[in-house]
């Protein structure tokens, strides 16, 4: 289900109509019926204004929507070596060169767990497992690393690395991750930020909670927690956070950092009264939002001499897209902590639209054409900026997907509709 969304000033969303689409159908129903209409703009048909402007996939660099200044990268464009992007089904052979990864970072340090240790070396005398780095434990025994076959990645199939195993008996422990010292861009304030994990309890009737909040007196955001009620039924399945439908989403998954200095995410909860709660968790991936990162690169409205101008019209912005090899993506040898996208998000100044992995049709072993049309007016021609992304207000995700081979094509100049 593709989305289309515009962002006010201020960072405001609003949904915009397709009516945009609705007249291209409507003008070339005109074209059909009328033996005496000529394209004004016939000098722009297959013409690619990125390219024509000297301009490439190398071209978008990080921006932000509503804050130019943010200097951390959280969405971006970079090589990918030979054959670490798979099979080229799909792509133009003289496509290839121009093969990139389109990355939203996850700010969570080893959220895939990859560089954390599976046992001491040599083992620990006493039994005891080396705890995951970044990790401050509030229990006798660190939680061990465990591999349980059972686990699955959103999109990818069975998880080969490493998953954490932890056990709280009393109800006011838990291990903690200090994300103003821990997360890659600082922890940001003020802020929003979206997260989500994969657990699986040990016991069906296990109430499971994660919280958010400050060190010294446990304050959550809102008041709120994710306090996963028990199971009623004897299974252990693996589970996402957050659960689509979760009347509870905006308020725990997307929280906006304190004014406070001491902001840490829990695996159990600093709350008395949280009941004792054991099992497994992997996947933690956490990413800012209020900024909607994305890369951009500016188009500007005249180009060099003999080049095409800009202007005022439907216009149609399209890449090439493949998902990410498994060797690539978590448990990734190098413990890359990088997870397959399963969606791109396109955009022109501020609007953004949304295309799924479904409704492109590309998979690990084949390319897709993805396009989306966007209209430029008069007064936007001296300011017209392409945005990649796979983070979208209404579904953010934190992953990767491979692009290549940018194109920006007139459509419909307004004088022709």
Sequence with gaps: MNQRRRLR???AIRTVPRRFAVALVAATALVVSSCTWQDPFPEYRGINLIEQ???????????????PG?????????????????????????LVATIRRLEAVNLFPDGDFELSEPASSPPDPNGAA???????????????????SDFTVDDSGAIQGNSV????????????????????????????????LQFRRDLPQRVITFDYGNATDGTWLDNQRWEIIARSDAETPVETLPTPGDPLLNKITVFASSATTSNFFYVGSPKAGTPGQGGWVDNIRLGRLDTVPHAALAIP?????????LVAGAYR?????KSEIDAQVTPAPDGANRFRAGQIVLGMNDDLELITRSEGGWGTDEWALVSAVFHLEESELDSATLRLTVIHPDRP??????IAAPTLELVSGDGSE
């Design 165 to 196: 195993r932890y056990e709280f008996v009393t109800g006011d422990q838990s291990a903690a991750v200090d994300l103003d010292a821990h997360a890659l861009d600082g922890f940001v304030r003020p802020a929003v930020y979206f997260l989500s």
């Design 70 to 94: 943010t200097p951390f990268e959280y969405v971006r464009v970079t090589a990918v070596g030979t054959g670490d992007y798979g099979v080229t089904t799909g792509l133009d052979s003289g």
């Design 301 to 309: 409205a005249a180009g060099a001499e003999g080049s095409l101008p």
């Design 130 to 148: 080396d705890p995951p780095p970044y990790w401050d434990i509030d229990v006798t025994t660190a939680p061990p690393n465990e591999t349980p």
């Design 53 to 67: 402007r000297g301009l490439d996939v190398d071209s978008f660099s990080a921006g932000s929507m509503t804050d």
């Design 397 to 402: 995700v934190i992953g990767s997907v491979l």
């Design 9 to 11: 000033p201020g960072g």
């Design 317 to 321: 912005f399209s890449v090439h897209v």
